[in-house]
């Protein structure tokens, strides 16, 4: 079974810029969550979608924003980027089959995102 | 509110030396889930091990090993005779209330094993 996908691997974008990201869940996996990582703040939860609607939400700005497709592909976006967005964007997905927590998140590799 | 505190920030240890890895975690859910996941320099993080609230059972995998006591709210995580490979960032995480798949991630302990 394929893993989990994130496109691109590495962008490169300037303050004020809009990024999109991808992420292909592996097969049967309904639901993604969408995760930011820092040196400063670690990793932090900015949103899941489950049947194309977004369930639950972290405390990020309205900049950052996502969507599912109805083949459970998910694309986060980034308005009007910040130096502060330049992080590891990381994508998790699970089966969504169960009571919460009891299907394994599995990650992707990630889209390296810098801000200049 | 739920809280995951990895004490240790960085570990060095000699190869085939035994290193154990702390987390404690915070939650007032009484059904909660706790994982491991290993995030190597590629940067993709790696699934370990799951546990749920009610199985309080120590785990062993091979040279890893958890110990789970719900009396110290404590997830810890050895790994025995460690290996160059084994060189990562490792990070505890909890999934606590209903219907919540929001994963709450410690700092993480980067350990380095040294040959």
Not at chain 1, 20 to 41: A, D, E, F, K, N
Not at chain 2, 28 to 47: A, H, I, M, N
């Amino acid at each position: 079974k394929a893993g989990v996908t994130q496109t691109p691997r590495y962008l490169i974008k300037t303050r004020g810029q809009q990024v999109t990201l991808s992420c292909s869940p592996i097969s049967g996996h309904r639901s993604v969550s969408w995760y930011q990582q820092t040196p400063g703040q670690g990793l932090q939860f900015l949103f899941e979608y489950f049947s194309e609607t977004q369930r639950n939400k972290g405390n990020f700005p309205g900049r950052f924003s996502g969507r599912q497709f109805s083949n459970s592909r998910s694309e986060m976006n980034v308005s009007t980027l910040e130096l502060g967005d330049s992080a590891l964007y990381l994508c998790a997905t699970n089966t969504a089959g169960g009571p919460s927590g009891t299907d394994t998140q599995y990650f992707g590799p990630g889209t390296r995102l810098t801000v200049l | 509110a739920q809280k995951v505190t990895q004490a240790q920030t960085e570990i060095s240890v000699v190869e085939k030396e035994d290193v154990t890895l702390d987390c404690v975690y915070e939650t007032r859910d009484t059904t909660y889930y706790l994982f491991w996941y290993k995030q190597p320099p590629s940067g993709e993080l790696v699934f370990l091990i799951r546990r749920n609230s009610f199985d309080e059972q120590n785990e062993i995998s091979g040279r890893y090993s958890w110990n789970f006591q719900k009396s110290t709210s404590s997830f810890n995580f050895t790994i025995t005779a460690s290996q160059v490979v084994d060189s990562a960032v490792y990070f505890c995480a909890l999934i606590s209330g209903a219907g919540s798949y929001q994963l709450t991630f410690g700092k993480g302990t980067k350990l380095s094993v040294i040959p």
